[in-house]
């Protein structure tokens, strides 16, 4: 069975009130899933007990990436009239973590987190290159700043969503016990 027939599958479950320790072991007995791609799988997905203000925060997330996106979007078009690739990877990497993090998926909230990183320093590497003289500086140096400030909100918004819901990730992968098997649920879900 594909990876997605089981997420939207387990999706089906959990909102039926289903622990995800016992989603894991109905599929573990009968999917021909491994272990360790089971849990990953597990652990990327949030539980149906989230707090109502964490999916709010995610909703106002998916409104900045949607947003981001088409910023991306004008960039490529006008990338295309340099036939900068640059642009277009950046473009179809953003598209992705943004159908990823629509979808709540806790495997790309910190490498989306990083992306953000990365676009701040290349609007400012950008912007030291713009000639101060240009009678548009002012101009650019104010978009810049709420570019930044709006990225850092929505950075902050990541991390707190990100630390609330998908607490057991740690780094790019989720923790693992002592038994070295992946951790897939908040520790706060376990003990209720």
Not at 36 to 43: D, I, P, S, T, V
Not at 96 to 122: D, E, H, K, M
Request: charged residues 25%; glycine residues 4%; hydrophobic residues 45%.
């Amino acid at each position: 069975m594909k990876k997605s027939k089981i997420r939207k599958e387990v999706k089906g479950i959990l909102k039926n009130g289903t622990s995800k320790t016992e989603i894991y072991e109905l599929l573990r007995q009968r999917e021909n899933i491994p272990d360790e791609e089971l849990r990953k799988l597990l652990a990327s997905i949030p539980d149906t007990n989230t707090d109502k203000i964490d999916k709010i925060l995610h909703k106002i997330i998916c409104v900045f990436w949607a947003l981001f996106a088409l910023i991306e979007i004008s960039n490529v078009i006008d990338g295309l009239i340099s036939l900068d690739l640059k642009l277009l990877i950046s473009f179809i990497v953003t598209v992705y973590i943004t159908v990823q993090i629509w979808r709540f998926n806790g495997n790309l909230y910190l490498p989306a987190i990083v992306w953000l990183g990365l676009s701040i320093i290349n609007v400012l590497r950008e912007f030291y290159s713009i000639d101060p003289y240009n009678p548009d500086h002012e101009l650019y140096q104010i978009l810049i700043y709420v570019y930044i400030t709006v990225v850092m909100i929505a950075i902050a918004l990541m991390l707190i969503v990100r630390k609330n819901v998908f607490g057991y990730y740690k780094w790019f992968k989720p923790e693992t016990n002592f038994k070295n098997e992946i951790i897939f649920e908040n520790y706060k879900t376990t003990l209720n």
